[in-house]
Structures are given as C-alpha cells and as structure tokens.
C-alpha cells in the first residue's frame, strides 16, 4: 500500500486525529503507572536492606543453666545490638541500642561513628517529632542527640527510627541481644514469605486495571475503522496490507504514548512517594526503574500494541460493507472460565498445602500468587461469557422492545459490552480482597473494654533487675496525671506464673474478682494481651497466695488520666525508673503492635488500585456507551423512524451496561472475599476474615454511581445519534 494512501486512510480527518489521542493519552497514563510500579519492584530489596540494621539478625548471646546471660567480652570486631519498638502519641518507633568496645573497628553505614553511652541519631522525621514535643514526653528517653540518620539508612522519609548508643554490660542483658560483626544486610523480611506475597498481590492488583487500561484504548473507534477497511477491502487491498497498516498505526501511536508516559511517570512519581508501603513513605529513586528498564519498557509496549493490532485486523474478517455497521463477535464459549477456575484451583490447592504442611514454602507462596493473578485476568477473560448466559435469560424472559434490542446485541457482542464495565468489576474484586484481610487484623487492632482487662489508660512496664520499688512508686506517682502506681513483684517458684500484687494495686489496674488474701497473683500480661478470639491470649483469673507482697520488682504500673501528654510523661520516666527490655505500652499499643499500619497500607492499596479501575471504567463506559451508539446510528435511526421513542432506546443503553454488572459484580465480590479468606488461612495465624469497614461500601456505592452517570453521560449521542438529519444521511 502506498504511503499516501496509507496517510489518507489512518488520518482522514478529525475525529480520526482524535482517536489517536485517545490511545496516545491512555497508553501514556498507562505507561506512566507501570513504571512506577515496575520501580517499586526493582527497588525493594535495595530499600529493605538500607533499613536492616533496625532489625539485627545474629548469634543469641549463650546463657547458664539458671538463665544468667554469659557476657562475652568486648572486642574490636564485634558490636553487640538489640531492637525494638518505642511508642508515641500511637505511633510505633523503630529503635536499635549497640554497644561497641572502646577501639572498634565496627563501621556504620555512611561513615558514622559509633553513638557512646547516652547518645543517639535519629531520622528526620524522628528528629521533627522529638523537637516538637516536650522532652519530657519523648525527647529525655534516649538522651544527647549526635546527628542525622542519613537516607542511606532509611526505608523512606518518613520511618521513624533511633539508634541509640548503651554500654556492653546494658545491652547484653537486654533480651534479644545479638552479637554482630558488623550491620546487616538482609532484613526478616527479606526471606519472608507473606511479605513477598502480599507485596506480589498487591502489585497485581494495581497491574490488572493498567494493563486493562492500555486493552481499551486500543479499541477506539474500532467500529468506524471496520467500515473503512472494509472499503478498502473492496477495491482491492490485502487481509496483510490492511493488518500492516493497523499495526503501524498502532505502533506509532504506542510509542508516542509510551514515550510520554515516562514524563507522565516523573510527574506521577512525587505523589507515590506520598504513599506508605511497608511501615514508610518511599523516595523518589526507589520508584524510579534504570535507563535499560525504561527503554525495554517503551520498546516492549510499541512492539505489543503493534502485534496486537496486527493480529485482530489480520484476523478480522471485515469483508466488504453492507447496510449496517454492526457485525456479530465470534461465538463465546464456556471455555472462557478455564482461566478463573485454574486461579480458584490453584489459590485453593495452595492454601491447603500451607495448612496441611505439605511442600516447599517457596511452591505455596508462588503458587499464592500465581492464583491471584489468574483469577484477576480471569474475571476478565470470563466476562464476555457470563454476559453471554445473562443476554440469553433476558432474552427469554424481555418483555420491552428496549430489554429485546439490548438482548440482542448483549449475544452478539458479549465481549465489547463487557469490556465497558470490565474495570468497574476488577476494581470490585480488588477492594473486596483487600478489604476483606483488613477486615481480619481491624478486629484485633481495636482494643476490647471488658471487666478484668488492664485499664485502658494504665502504661505497664516490664521491670528490670534492680528497680526500687519505692522509688519508682514515689518518682511516677509525681508526675502529673498520674493516679495511681502499681507494683508487681516476681513471685516464688512454686507460685504459677504471673506477679504477685497488694489487692488495693490489683484493683486499680482493672483486675476483678480477687481473693480475700491481702495479695494475690495477677495475670498482668493477660491483662494486657487478651484482646478476644483471634489474640491467641486468654487471661487467667487472680489467684490467692500466702506471700507476702514483696520481692524483686517484675512490673511498674502507672494508671493515668487517659491524656497523651500524661500516657508519653508516664512512659519516658518509666523508661528511667524501671529500665525495661522493651517499651512501656498501654492495652492499644499492644493491639495495634505495627498491625494498624499494616491495615492500612492494605486500605490504601486496596482503594488506590480500586481509584485506577473506577476511573479506567469510567471512561471505558462512557465511551464504550457513546461509540455503540454512533456505531448503530443506522439501526437507532430505523427503529426511531418505526416509532420508537427515544426514551426506549436510552433505556436501551442502560440495559446494555447493566446486565453485565449485574452477572459479574456479585460474582466478583464474592471472589474477592474467597480470596481474601484464602490469603487469611494461609498467613493470618488463627486470624477471621469480619465484615468490612464502611470504607468499603463508600467505595461500592461510588462505582455504582461513577457507572451510573456514565451511561447517563452517552444519552446526548443517543439523541444526536437519531435526529431526522442524521438518519436521511445514513
């Protein structure tokens, strides 16, 4: 075909110029999204590991017989560290407390040197929330601040993180002391199998809508494009000819696109930096794929866009034209749903290998998320069929000339109806798993109030050794806010476990149902950790002793008044009076142990991917809508000139979007909530999968609208579409 011919045929005026943007703009956005997801997944291991010294993994230190920790002797090679977690205002912080002999050659990252006893670095955003509180709230917990943790350090800008500087003897007798030849480079996580599939899943939740996005721009005007090359068709040219030319012009359009969409990328990528993921907001270049990567990128979506135009014009049997534009799709089939029931087999066979303990860990979690990609894929491969079976029963039972026509075109062109609301019913699907394991670990993030439990307004500290009670008792019982300290001792070894406490202190702790006897044994950390069904903690009643209330110190507990100034005044000096292993905390900061962040993250994947698709269906239906009705002008204008009012063939419309939203998106939700429960079993640890937040139906009832005024948005081609001008024209 001669390139003249060629130009006249792909851009034969405006609306042919419009088409091309159309695809030029959505492969851009599309483009634009998968590299910064492609980024995310490139960078991850890179950003786990700058964070690893967080969380130390080494050699435990070696203990006697009685369980006394052997110190070991301070070298220069070595470095002895321990992590965990502090709290402030319910957020958690990420703190690390090393000891270093005095000649070390032990090196920090960037080139720090080694905090003394008494000092610390912090991150910058640590640094902002320390310097805008009082110290006596935050600040005096870990004493002279050195400097800056630099990024290199940091999982994103805004971790929260200490690293804290102690003496040899302190830290090896705090428990989870590690000894360590230097900082580590692999996280927990790294080698975790839930964080890879959760990660895996989650990227495919938002890749479906992209790559769904990109499918449908590539169909614009796909019915006015028939028509032309089938006059083509008719004065001579080639089933080649014709797909060479479609694939050209979809190549040129993709790169253009794709090009642009490395622009759309930069300008996306500070709004994703925004975006928590993994307990932190992200920087810049760790969303940022390399050079080579971009490029494969651009090549790899121009060469895709090219071969599959290439494919459905050669294989598009346009013919030559008649009297209507309209030409039936190939018969769908029941074999559509062979890739749904694969990912259902597969999700289901995983999960049950996970619980029964049969197979490599690395086969369940593969197969984990090789499931949900394919039932992802596969409610869009399947749709067109559903909506083929729906079409069928409304065509038996269609009692209006509007329900028959929609009936009719709903069979002959399942897969272009349904390809309008296709992203209306994964972004369903996305939220309703999502949403569903939130659902799960929302539960035990709440903090229940019942009778026995400790007082939700109480900060506990498990005491180390030494601490006077008295003391403590007299320097807490100072601070402002505090109504009452409590003080639990260790209790004899014929005792059963727990801390033996006077009635008086076990009362104003929230304890009930207490012995005659002046003390008796509190279950403290029950009190503390049962949270209900699914906290795996059930909180033993008090039980009556003999002994005499006193002893080593095992718990200092401060009742206050409920405030935030008043709970982080209480923490900070009982991190001085009680020296413990692990942060002082309240009920809620038990609850929450890092998993409200995770909820979270989870809300906003689940209601980020689910953004993506409303809006792809949003437009897709709009302009799927609209184009089906321009495509039919000639059929609307015939039944317009029979006398059918145009109301009828609104309505129409309406029914032509609704069947197949009505036979996917039950269907589709119900999925998501299976999978949902599926990921639970396998990862949850004994957690349920419980109703929804209101979030979720928020974002359902704001599908269905978006839906709703998108049809309603092609009424006015409807209209245009059939006016006596246009149908004297056709």
């Known amino acids: 075909m001669k390139p003249g011919a060629a130009r006249i045929l792909v851009l034969h005026g405006g609306a042919a110029y419009r088409r091309l943007a159309g695809i030029v703009a959505g492969v851009s956005l599309g483009v634009g999204l998968l590299l910064i997801l492609l980024g995310a997944f490139l960078h991850m291991p890179d950003r786990d590991a700058r964070s690893a010294w967080v969380d130390p993994q080494g050699a435990w230190l070696e203990a006697t017989e009685d369980g006394e920790v052997i110190v070991p002797a301070a070298t220069s090679t070595v470095m002895l560290a321990q992590s965990s977690q502090d709290y402030f205002d319910g957020s958690i912080i990420s703190v690390m407390r090393m000891a270093t002999a005095p000649d070390t050659d032990v090196t920090l990252p960037s080139g720090l040197a080694p905090p003394a006893p008494g000092q610390y670095y912090a991150s910058a955003a640590m640094i902002d929330v320390i310097d805008a509180a009082p110290a006596d709230q935050l ?3 870990y004493g002279e601040r050195l400097g800056e943790l630099p990024a290199e350090m940091l999982k994103g800008p805004s971790q929260r993180a200490v690293l804290v500087g ?13 000894m360590l030849e230097g900082f580590p480079s692999e996280t927990r996580y790294s080698a975790s199998t839930t964080f890879q599939v959760i990660l895996a899943i989650g990227a495919i939740a938002i890749l479906v809508p992209i790559v769904l996005l990109i499918s449908i721009v590539g169909q614009l005007g796909a019915a006015e494009r028939r028509d032309r090359f089938a006059t083509v068709r008719l004065i001579g040219a080639g089933r080649r000819a014709v797909a060479w030319l479609s694939a050209w012009e979809m190549a040129a359009a993709s790169a253009v696109g794709a090009v642009l969409g490395v622009g ?44 599959t135009a290439w494919w459905r014009a050669f294989n598009d049997d346009v013919g030559a034209p008649g009297a209507t534009r309209e030409r039936a799709e190939k018969r769908v089939t029941a074999w559509r749903a062979l890739t749904l029931g694969l990912g259902v087999v597969l999700m289901v066979g995983s999960a049950w290998m996970a619980r029964s303990g049969i197979g490599p860990v690395v086969l369940v979690s593969y197969g984990l998320i090789l499931g949900f990609a394919l039932i992802a894929f596969g409610i869009v491969i399947a749709g067109p069929w559903l909506t083929r079976v729906a079409s069928s029963a409304l065509r038996r039972f269609a009692s209006r000339a509007s329900a028959v026509v929609a009936a009719g075109r709903l069979e002959r062109h399942p897969r272009s109806t349904f390809r309008s609301v296709a992203g209306l019913v994964v972004a369903v699907f996305i939220v309703s798993a999502f949403a569903g394991s939130a659902s799960a670990i929302q539960g035990l993030i709440e903090p229940k109030d019942r009778p026995g439990l400790l007082d939700p307004h109480a900060v506990a500290a498990s005491a180390g050794p030494g601490v006077d009670a008295e003391a403590a008792r007299a320097i807490v019982g100072d601070i402002e806010g505090v ?3 409590a003080i639990g001792y260790w209790p004899e070894e014929d005792e059963a476990s727990g801390a033996l406490m006077s009635r008086a ?51 200092v507990i401060a009742v206050t008044d409920g405030t935030t100034a008043s709970i982080e005044r209480t923490r900070t000096a009982l991190f001085g009076v ?34 993506i698709a409303i809006g792809i269906s949003a437009l897709s239906l709009a302009v799927a809508t609209a184009a089906a009705a321009l495509d039919r002008k000639r059929t609307f204008g015939l039944l317009r000139l029979a006398g059918m009012p145009v109301r009828q063939l609104r309505s129409t419309v309406s029914i032509e979007a609704t ?8 269907a589709s939700a119900g999925l998501g909530f299976g999978v949902a429960w599926l990921m639970i079993e396998v990862l949850g640890n004994g957690l349920s999968v419980d109703w929804p937040d209101p979030r979720y139906w928020w974002a359902i009832a704001a599908a269905l609208a978006i839906a709703a005024a998108s049809v309603t948005a092609s009424f006015g081609a409807v209209r245009r579409s059939t006016e006596l001008e246009s149908t004297r024209f056709e």
């Open 264 to 307: 759309v990328a930069a300008a996306l990528t500070p709004l994703a930096t925004r975006l928590t993921l993994n307990g932190a907001t992200t920087y810049a270049a760790d969303l940022t794929p390399s050079l080579a990567w971009t490029a494969a990128m651009v090549v790899g979506v121009t060469a895709l866009g090219a071969a």
């Open 166 to 178: 102690a003496g040899w003897d302190a830290v090896a007798n705090r428990a989870g002391a590690v």
């Open 483 to 485: 109504e009452h300290v």
């Open 659 to 666: 069947v197949p939203l009505a036979a996917t998106l039950l």
């Open 505 to 555: 202190d076990a009362r104003a702790i929230g304890a009930t149902d207490l012995p005659s006897s002046e003390g008796a044994i509190i279950d403290v950390f029950g009190m503390l950790a049962d949270n209900g069904e699914g906290s795996g903690i059930s909180i033993e009643p008090p039980r009556e002793t003999s002994t005499a209330v006193r002893g080593d110190v095992s718990y």
């Open 139 to 141: 600040g005096q917990r």
């Open 578 to 611: 009680a020296n413990p292993d692990l942060a002082p905390l309240t009920r809620a900061d038990y609850a929450n142990a890092g998993t409200a962040e995770v909820t979270n993250e989870l809300a906003i994947m689940a209601y980020l991917g689910m953004a």
